[in-house]
């Protein structure tokens, strides 16, 4: 949400009226706010324009601090302002726009002040920023139902553990949370991994298989990166998520199953459905609530809070103390492109590498941004300075996968994608392992 801040629990927002032109009054009007609206030919969408040319999610606006931000969703025939296409654009006083033939007047409205929520945290998630305190009221909100919840965001902003925290708010918390990776999932297996298959229903069939919705059943199922899942079994899905009951590739029967969906992914799902690779139906069935969540770069001022909650989960208590001002100053301003992952991959580098003495997380940020002392790298021959980089590289690498795996090999080999062995000889040449350490049976 792009908006003004006004004291800490006010937000100022330039809103608005579009209406249709032609329709009588009122009958086709929507008031913009500061949540996000969607205008299209799709009956669903908050402002329904009955033209073929307008696209099932044509476009969004919602009230900012700028005024009302109008974005294209990928419509097939374009949003206009006047006589330019936009991709999006700010309306800040009476203006026209076109979506396929039909017109729509917009006229302003006064800045309105919007109460945001007084809360610091949502289960293991904390910040304390304008952008996510109405994320987190909205999950308060959410977690009690049974509504189907889609969460977008950037890689690496935490969606898996938006799903989380929201299962364990839930009345299903005592229930499996089942997590299925949609982007893993090959195409041809889609639907019996999904909905699991009878013995030697087809070639490679040698098991039974059960059905994740079978075994999160009372619980949740999170179906993760949902943007990666094959047009043909998206029908499937809907038909099982309307009518709460599966069947198995190679059964004639049906399982009736009571599960809470949420899904997540980092794809644009509107332009998705705009260019045929989702269908329109399965989103809006999906995103009966919708939590976006903002990348780190948005929120800069809650790395102080995420970097003590990490602390705690991966080091000891008192470490936060040992961090030093001008870390956590350099901290917010990088730019994150890994957002939360890859601070938690720093910090679990920094706790390993600094067990007693000041925790400098900053310096673990050196192949991420422009090093320090430039001259000293320049200095050296092409080869020697790659060589130092890559095995920094590595050695960073390899300490944060040890930290977060309690040393597993197996569990390293499969985040890695490496045979164990090599995985091994990273260890050992990084002093992770005892060097003198063979072939052995067991993890570290």
């Avoid at 925790?359 to 940020?365: A, E, F, K, R």
């Amino acid at each position: 949400m792009d908006v003004t801040v006004v004291g800490r629990n006010r937000l100022e927002v330039r809103g608005g009226t579009l209406s249709v032109v032609g329709s009588k009054a009122g009958a086709h009007e929507l008031v913009v706010g500061a949540e996000k609206r969607v205008i299209g030919r799709n009956e669903q969408c908050d402002l329904v324009l009955e033209d073929k040319k307008v696209s099932a999610l044509h476009c969004e606006v919602v009230a900012t601090e700028r005024g009302v931000l109008v974005r294209d969703l990928g419509s097939r025939n374009g949003t206009f302002l006047g006589d330019v296409r936009i991709v999006d654009v700010y309306l800040t006083g009476r203006a026209t726009i076109r979506c396929g033939e039909r017109e729509l007047t917009f006229v302003p409205a006064t800045p309105e002040a919007v109460d945001i929520p007084e809360c610091d945290g949502f289960g293991p998630i904390v910040g304390a920023s304008a952008a996510m305190r109405p994320t987190f009221e909205k999950l308060r909100k959410a977690s009690p139902t049974d509504l189907t919840v889609l969460i977008l965001g950037e890689t690496g902003t935490g969606k898996e553990l938006v799903a989380q925290a929201i299962h364990q708010a839930s009345n299903r918390s005592k229930k499996p949370f089942v997590i299925v990776d949609c982007g893993s999932i090959p195409a041809s297996l889609a639907e019996s991994v999904l909905f699991g298959h009878e013995r030697g229903s087809f070639t490679g069939a040698v098991d039974k298989r059960v059905s994740p919705f079978v075994e999160a059943d009372g619980g949740t199922i999170f179906l993760d990166e949902l943007g990666e899942l094959p047009l043909d079994v998206q029908p499937k899905l809907l038909r099982a998520l309307a009518e709460q009951r599966i069947k198995p590739v190679g059964s004639n029967t049906y399982r009736a199953v009571n599960v809470r969906v949420i899904a997540a992914t980092r794809r644009d799902l509107v332009r998705e459905v705009n260019a045929g690779g989702f269908r329109s139906d399965l989103y809006f069935r999906l995103a009966q609530v919708r939590v976006e969540v903002p990348p780190l770069r948005q929120r800069v001022e809650d790395i102080p809070a995420i970097v003590r909650k990490m602390l705690l989960d991966v080091g000891k208590p008192g470490d936060f103390e040992r961090m030093t001002h001008e870390s956590l100053e350099r901290l917010m301003r990088h730019d994150w492109p890994g957002n939360v992952r890859e601070l938690r991959n720093v910090v679990a580098v920094a706790v390993a590498f600094s067990p007693e003495g000041p925790i400098d997380l900053s310096q673990h940020l050196h192949l991420l941004s422009v090093p320090a002392d430039t001259h000293a790298i320049a200095s050296r021959t092409f080869q020697d300075a790659k060589k130092e980089v890559l095995n920094r590289f590595e050695r960073d690498y390899f300490t944060a996968l040890f930290a977060e795996t309690n040393g597993n090999v197996s569990e390293m080999g499969r985040r890695s994608a490496m045979e164990r062995a090599h995985v091994r000889s990273y260890l050992r040449r990084h002093g992770l392992i005892d060097p003198s350490r063979g072939r052995d049976d067991g993890d570290p």
